[in-house]
T-cell receptor, first 111, second 113 residues
Framework: KQEVTQIPAALSVPEGENLVLNCSFTDSAIYNLQWFRQDPGKGLTSLLLIQSSQREQTSGRLNASLDKSSGRSTLYIAASQPGDSATYLCAVTGTASKLTFGTGTRLQVTL | DTAVSQTPKYLVTQMGNDKSIKCEQN?????MYWYKQDSKKFLKIMFS???????INETVPNRFSPKSPDKAHLNLHINSLELGDSAVYFCASSQQLSTGELFFGEGSRLTVL
């Protein structure tokens, strides 16, 4: 059974800092990995999708890497802003096309 | 235009009642999903449909019955509501079943009293 863990569970940083969020998964037989953000009371917004054959994806200040063999992914956020405050979730699509979500990292970027 | 829309956004009802949540996507995607987010914010898949065909049914009680009249719609009907059904239910869609990027609706918060 696939298990997805995110560390840290919560993070508070001052504006302007670069930061890294971690995601690990137990079964490396995945089709892809996605990073989402969820704002309070809102749905999930897809940030980056990495297919199993890819090593990383970039979008603006965000960079996500994937090391399938070790079951790890990182989301790097450069020059953080207060608007980046949200919960960040990673999710992997594995066998039977099931998407398994991590527990999330709650990020607070302070002024 | 909202890509994945679900209604209602909020639903408060008594135990034992039957209720439905509707979902529509205008992205032309083949696959649609229902997810449940519990009080601890953990998201878990309930169902997925591909081209109106049920693909995943993740040990959900029989009281939950999804219906997909066409590729653009996936509705969720819940019979005999229980307190433990209180959660936020998210609809999502993707172009393909395994490799597609997921797009989520805003969620439907169900409260059972």
């Amino acid at each position: 059974k696939q298990e997805v863990t995110q560390i840290p569970a919560a993070l508070s940083v001052p504006e302007g800092e670069n930061l890294v969020l971690n995601c690990s998964f137990t079964d490396s037989a995945i089709y892809n990995l996605q990073w989402f953000r969820q704002d309070p009371g809102k749905g999930l917004t897809s940030l980056l999708l990495i297919q199993s054959s890819q090593r990383e994806q970039t979008s603006g200040r965000l960079n996500a890497s994937l090391d399938k063999s070790s079951g790890r992914s990182t989301l790097y956020i450069a020059a953080s802003q207060p608007g980046d405050s949200a919960t960040y979730l990673c999710a992997v699509t594995g066998t039977a096309s099931k998407l398994t979500f991590g527990t999330g990292t709650r990020l607070q970027v302070t002024l | 235009d909202t890509a994945v829309s679900q209604t209602p956004k909020y639903l408060v009802t008594q135990m034992g009642n039957d209720k439905s949540i509707k979902c529509e996507q205008n992205l032309g995607h083949d696959t649609m999903y229902w997810y449940k987010q519990d009080s601890k914010k953990f998201l878990k898949i309930m169902f997925s449909y591909n081209n109106k065909e049920l693909i995943i049914n993740e040990t959900v009680p029989n009281r939950f019955s999804p219906k997909s009249p066409d590729k653009a719609h996936l509705n969720l009907h819940i019979n005999s509501l229980e307190l433990g059904d209180s959660a936020v239910y998210f609809c999502a869609s993707s172009q393909q079943l395994s490799t597609g990027e997921l797009f989520f609706g805003e969620g439907s918060r169900l409260t059972v009293l």
